[in-house]
């Protein structure tokens, strides 16, 4: 089976329990699946830990997130009926991945 995981965070280094739990569902997942990885990245450095992902996911994509952007998306949307945390989120790239 085809899985798409969508994470906030990149899973590596898994250093933290976010990751943690992530990471170990992706290499738990991957000895009978194949996944396809999107996720967002607050620094360009977090580049070099896709690599690591491979060994587990087909494909791993990742979107630049801006802290600053995503709380400015927050501020202005707060009008709306959604979770906090989806605005944070929000993003066309990823939005456009995940529809691909």
Request: some cysteine; glycine content about 0%; overall charge positive.
């Amino acid at each position: 089976m085809r899985i798409l995981c969508l994470t906030s965070r990149l899973p590596y280094p898994p250093n933290r329990g976010d990751r943690l739990r992530a990471f170990h569902l992706i290499e738990h997942l991957s000895r009978e699946h194949e996944l396809v990885l999107l996720s967002f990245i607050t620094h360009e450095a977090e580049r070099e830990h896709i690599a690591a992902l491979r060994e587990y996911c087909q494909d791993v994509q990742v979107v630049t997130m801006s802290p600053r952007r995503s709380a400015a998306s927050v501020a202005t949307n707060l009008w709306r009926q959604q979770p906090l945390q989806a605005l944070y989120y929000r993003s066309p790239a990823m939005e456009k991945l995940v529809a691909e």
